[in-house]
């Protein structure tokens, strides 16, 4: 069995590890060697141009019975990532970032929240359950990445189409993202919206201020459709979801110089959108309002990441459970927040679910978690094993 205060050890020795994206420092290794001694087939699939290489761990022990390999059993997923994102300025943080420290019952370092708490209590529920039940009826997998807080194209995603290339089936995922508000477990992600940006570049006619009549300004031009576009109502939610939104994040028009009618007007905007709609469909919509404006313009789309939902069933229920026998809350479902490597995952995986400590730090200076949530963030988990190993074992 592990020592006591197993997953606090472990995560002080992951927080030691300055792994800023897209640098591993040594996280995944460390965690390697936990893993291959419980027995875990653990790889390690690099990818990224050699100035930005991004490191990322599939690590997965199969159930087995007495008769040998167990094929027919559920494998559950733990995810997440080593990498956390820049300090920013050390001396605004009252202890080194990077040196975990403790102060009024809370341990403080970069990625304590976001998220190497749950990598520690990710390996040490399972060391846990392990010792307890050395052939459990399902498969065990951990996938790691060091490219979640950077551009995210090196990491999760390539394991997942790696994974789906060699037929590889996941039934149940779980990332250890920070979901938390107040306590551990009170409240977790069960979907996330999709992401997807736009760069509309809206064409004109370049002059003289003093001679409009010889120009076309296009802020002018664009400015009733963007009206339009503000007031738009895309869908209207549904039960897990808010509705979809969009938002312009950047316009730039113009030279410099105050009088001169600009040639181009660049705006870039995005959708956060729900299940009720889809990427084709706010294409279209939007675009039309361009049209019907007589808008000459050129329009290029970024799409982040899909939305995805887990509806209350197997892995929704037994976290469930796990959180309220382990803290006695009643967890709150929630879709909100940005996006995760959950998307990913559930292109591959039918149901995932996002679960770890509080969020309030994360990204902060002198981020923390307290110590009072990290025994119960291992036991939540150790206790979603048990009880999915119990279902499949029935």
């Not at 300090?87 to 943080?93: I, V, Y």
Request: charged fraction near 20%.
């Amino acid at each position: 069995m592990p020592l006591p205060h197993a997953t606090l050890l472990l995560t002080e020795e992951l927080l030691s590890r300055p792994s800023v994206t897209p640098l591993d420092e040594g996280c995944q290794e460390l965690i390697r060697s936990r893993l291959h001694a419980l027995g875990f087939a653990c790889e390690t699939i690099e990818s990224g141009p050699v100035d930005f290489r991004v490191t990322n761990l599939w690590a997965k022990r199969s159930a087995t019975s007495p008769a040998g390999a167990n094929a027919s059993a559920k494998t559950l997923v733990f995810a997440g990532h080593t990498d956390v994102v820049p300090t920013g300025p050390l001396s605004h943080w009252d202890s080194a970032p990077f040196s975990p420290s403790h102060r009024e019952g809370r341990l403080y370092g970069r990625g304590a929240s976001d998220m190497k708490t749950s990598l520690a209590a990710f390996v040490v529920a399972m060391e846990e359950f392990l010792a307890d039940t050395p052939q459990p009826a399902l498969n065990l997998a951990l996938l790691l990445t060091s490219d979640e807080e950077g551009p995210a194209v090196d990491g999760t995603v390539i394991v997942c189409n790696t994974l789906q290339a060699r037929g590889e089936v996941l039934d149940y995922c779980i990332v250890g993202e920070p979901t938390s508000v107040e306590r551990t477990g009170d409240m977790i992600k069960n979907g996330r919206r999709g992401t997807m940006s736009g760069k509309l570049t809206v064409k004109g006619v370049q002059g003289h201020i003093a001679y409009p009549h010889l120009a076309d300004n296009p802020i002018h031009r664009v400015a009733p459709a963007l009206a339009e576009l503000v007031t738009v109502r895309w869908d209207e939610g549904n039960a897990y979801f808010p509705p979809t939104s969009w938002q312009i994040s950047n316009m730039h028009g113009g030279t410099g110089a105050s009088n001169v009618i600009p040639g181009e007007v660049v705006i870039d905007f995005n959708f956060r959108f729900c299940t009720e709609s889809t990427p084709e469909s706010l294409q279209t919509r939007l675009c039309a309002v361009l049209d019907r404006h007589g808008l000459k313009y050129d329009l290029a789309w970024t799409v982040g990441g899909l939305p995805f939902l887990t509806p209350p069933g197997t892995l929704v229920d037994a976290v469930r459970d796990a959180i309220r026998d382990e803290t006695g809350l009643e967890t709150q479902l929630s879709t909100t927040g940005g996006t995760s490597d959950g998307r990913f995952l559930a292109q591959i995986c039918p149901q995932v679910i996002e679960l770890g400590p509080p969020n309030a730090t994360i990204h902060k200076i002198n981020e923390y978690v307290a110590l009072a949530d990290i025994e119960p963030l291992k036991n939540i988990y150790r206790r979603v094993l048990e009880r999915l190993h119990q279902q499949a074992h029935a």
